[in-house]
């Protein structure tokens, strides 16, 4: 897998600035290949990395299979009942052109940064907000 410390620090600097405000949880898989749909392995891993058990139903994961080239992004509940269903698209879009030039951290801090903005207008920060899962990247195999 070839994801660069820098890189690493760069999206998780972006994750936590984007929940500094917002009460919403972003987390970040990434692995080497994808069996199937990325779409698929995502609702997979979302129930597997615990994020649906956020109080506010507010988690959404951004997910890439590195070697091939597959990613998408899933939101819980809360948030799917809250935007257009073509929100993620367009940010998934957004981040190919990052992604394309292999710029990994730049291309998954932008998509965790616009995220971020739109979480927060659904869901802003608490002064009594608690993180409730951890900002640290994950990875498969």
């Known amino acids: ?11 998780i600097k972006a994750i936590k600035q984007a929940e500094l405000h917002t009460s919403g949880e972003i987390r970040v898989h990434i692995e080497s290949h994808c069996e199937g749909h990325p779409i698929e ?3 997979v891993l979302f129930f597997q990395l615990g994020m649906n058990q956020t109080d506010l139903q507010n988690g959404v994961l951004v997910y890439l299979a590195i070697k091939d080239r597959k990613y998408a992004i899933i939101g819980d509940k809360g948030i799917d009942a809250r935007v257009n269903p073509e929100f993620w698209e367009t940010i998934r879009d957004e981040m190919r052109p990052y992604l394309a030039k292999n710029e990994i951290g730049a291309g998954l801090a932008w998509g965790v940064r616009r995220i971020g903005e739109v979480l927060t207008q659904y869901f802003p920060y608490q002064k009594d907000d608690i993180n409730e899962l951890t900002d640290e990247l994950s990875f498969g195999a």
């Open 1 to 11: 897998m070839h994801v660069s410390q820098d890189q690493q620090a760069e999206i």
């Open 41 to 43: 392995r995502s609702k």
